[in-house]
């Protein structure tokens, strides 16, 4: 018996408007470069995402990416945090 | 000056022996397993041949013609009769041989398809580093396995099998070595690159051997016992296994010995070489001794902690280092340890000889290792070490020049690093002043407990002293007591006020201590201070005069005390310290104790540790002279309560008492209403516990509120120095309920915990409450059920130590090379980022206070400058 499979939007999916997500943002080309060139560090040096990663459902992110998050710290209140997005995994 | 050849290290490249290279490297060629001959001196072509270097002092080597321990040892090598699988090597051996083809020997991927692979390897590499590139190599394995054709030749391929630990079967046949091998010859040098594999360092066909090193004599020394037998290492009862084993096949080879003879031996042989390289291939049974524990082969040797890498290389051992058991001394400062003459007479200082102190340090030799402080060993510029003795003391005093160097022993000033494990922070390791004493025992001053987190039931620590001027330098400056009082993990100082100093700064500080200016000058003198003129010039001064004796005189601070989270109004509640007088508070260990308050780091802060620590050891001191001064002491009518408020708790008890029977009534009617999530048992529970801890708190506040804050067990739980409230109400109201993992006591007989309880008995009594205070005395139940949680909280620790302790070696293992960079960002020794800013904050821990910053008191005191 075949059954019609379930399929959801990516839109139904979405995560990102979950408290517990911390805001995810695709960097500009231009922020990209000033981010790299800040911490004097090639993309291979940067924490990694996965590209399946729920959170850039509706980024539309490519491998190769810069994926700016903005996360709650119980130190500093608000602290940004960088992921570059690989395609493996 | 000696010339040194600097050279650095570029790479290290692993790789694989061919049999070529094992005969050119061997020195000799061994072929009979026997070791001596009658006159028990070594055969020639035997395991212990001269020719792989030497062991016996006198003997000179005949491959390289130097002594002993000048002679690195010389390899040998062996001529199998048969190939035999290298065990180290068989998964890379399975691969091979099921992703290459049987005839042709090309990888089983078509032409077309090697150069997208190879890509996609690069890439996975650039993207994730090697591990990636294995992980992509895994793959590619994987789905080569399936294959049944080969893509350029068309034959067909068979499933390969591999039967543990080291036979493989094609197609339930067995796949001799001598196959294998023809296979992996076959296999060309590009091909294994998908493989991982670089041709020029490891063939696939060397993996299967047909020669065998047979390594030097020196890393298997022999070790002749007492009765002048010889025993031999282990290794080289493995290897005269494999020889005798050898040599047997060769003959029966020869002799045209049947095929099944020639099987078996060949598996015997196998085993022996598997079990050479390891003893704990999980499919083998382990070669033994005849004694039955199990030969210590190769791998045994490099692997876990007893192995080279953990035991030899991680693990270094020392000289110069000393281990007793401890004891406090609180007439010690805090950076000052107790040396007991013993170890001061056996651990050395060295001391290089010049124009300037050559008298001097001959004062030292003339004294001998036997009198204190004297020198135990004299070094001659050449480096020989002498050692000072009554026969060579005259002949050393007259040879001494400048230039040599005198190991005189440890006298009060020298440095030593003083240790306890398990060393989980840096303070587990600080730098101290040496102080002679007699005794055995280390000695400290309690304030260094918390740090070193020891006690003195029978805790060891250990010493070290430094032997160069560079490290001692080292040690002062980064490790030095003083400089560790402030505590990276929170900003505050771990090293306080404790113990009796505690309580006795609190006596000093209250508002109404008074006493003569004789008696203030007298308790002063007592712990060092010789300068009075900050003392008023009255008849009588109080306890907070005598406090800011010590303080600096410039001194500003506010700040809280213990009482001030009661009650805010309460006129000790805040400490108030203007130009070095302390105007009001008290001093509780919420502002000198350990871990809390600030005021020893505003001090630490503001006149640096030297003066901190220097500070903390007078208050300590002062408090101890206080107490010795007035007189403390805590009887057991310090927690005896009157009689209507035990008559009070007793009402308590009675009433919750009566409650709980009420509930369980309840229960028994099925009318109690269950809490959301639990059924009626666990209601009952959670509802009685709730009750009988309440009951327990009551009295115990009951008893905190009665008591007379003068007696000096109350002093004592005031200050901080010693006790809680908790402590006071067990002892003089009520122990109150024991629980046994989060819920009161169920164990024992069937349905109920003891036998004089009746079944199903869920009062308070009989599930474990206590009712008793400890100076009432316990029933004997109560003991009963005292002593069962007791046992279990013992074994709780005591199982849970290890446990942690392993946990905090994978942390600090993973996180060894983490740091900071320059530009805040944490990373590792790849320099890949962790953090992009450490903490977050960026802040340093130990420059905060509690890990935040006082914008506050910035601004006041920038203010106050002006």
Known sequence: ?89 | MEDYIHKRVDRIEFGFMSPKAIKEMASAKIVTPELYDKEGYPVDGGLMDIRLGVIDPGLKCKTCGSKLKECPGHFGYMELARPVVHIKFISLIYDLLRCTCRDCGRILIPKQKIDKCMEDLDHAELEGGLNARRDKIKEIIVELKTVNQCPYCKAKQFKIHLEKPTTFMEEEKKVSPIEVRMRLEKVPDDDLKVFGVNPAALRPEWTILTVMPIPSVTMRPSITLESGERSEDDLTHKLGDIVRINQRLFENINAGAPEIIIEDLWDLLQYHITTFFDNEVSQLPPARHRSGQPLKTLTARIKSKEGRIRHNLAGKRVNFSARTVISPDPKLEINEVGVPKIIAMKLTVPERVTEWNMEYLKQYVSRGPENYPGANYVIRPDGKRKRITSETKEQLLEEIQPGFIVERHLMDGDIAIFNRQPSLHRMSMMCHKIKVLPGLTFRLNPCVCEPYNADFDGDEMNLHIPQTEEARAEAEILMHVPTQIISPRYGLSIIGCNKDAQTGMFVLSKKDFKLTREEAIDLLSSIGITEFSRLPDKEIVTGRDVISVLLPKDFNFTGYSKKYKENKEDPDAIVKIEKGHLKSGVLDNANLGEGQGLLLRTIYKQYGPDFASEFLGRIFRLGNAVLAFTGFTTGIADIDVPSDIKQKIKDIIDQTYAEVDQLIKEYKEGTLETLPGRNMKETLELKILEKLNKARNRSGKIVADNANPDREIMVMIQSGGAGNLLNLAQMSACVGQQAMRGGRISKGYNKRTLSVFKKDDLSPAARGFIKEGFKDGLKPHELFFMSMTGRDSLMDTALRTPKSGYLYRRLANALQDLKIDNDFTVRDASNKIIQFMYGEDGVDVTKSENGRINVKRIIDKVLAED
């Open chain 1, 1 to 89: 018996m075949a059954r019609k499979k379930k399929t959801r939007s990516k839109e139904q999916i979405e995560i990102k408007n979950h408290v517990f997500v911390p805001k995810h943002e695709k960097c500009s080309e231009a922020e990209k470069k000033r981010v790299l060139e800040k911490y004097a560090a090639d993309l291979k040096d940067f924490p990694k995402i996965s590209i399946n990663d729920p959170a850039l459902y509706t980024l539309e992110a490519a491998p190769g990416d810069l994926i700016k998050i903005t996360r709650e710290s119980q130190t500093a209140g608000k602290t940004v945090f960088y992921r570059v997005v690989i395609e493996i995994q």
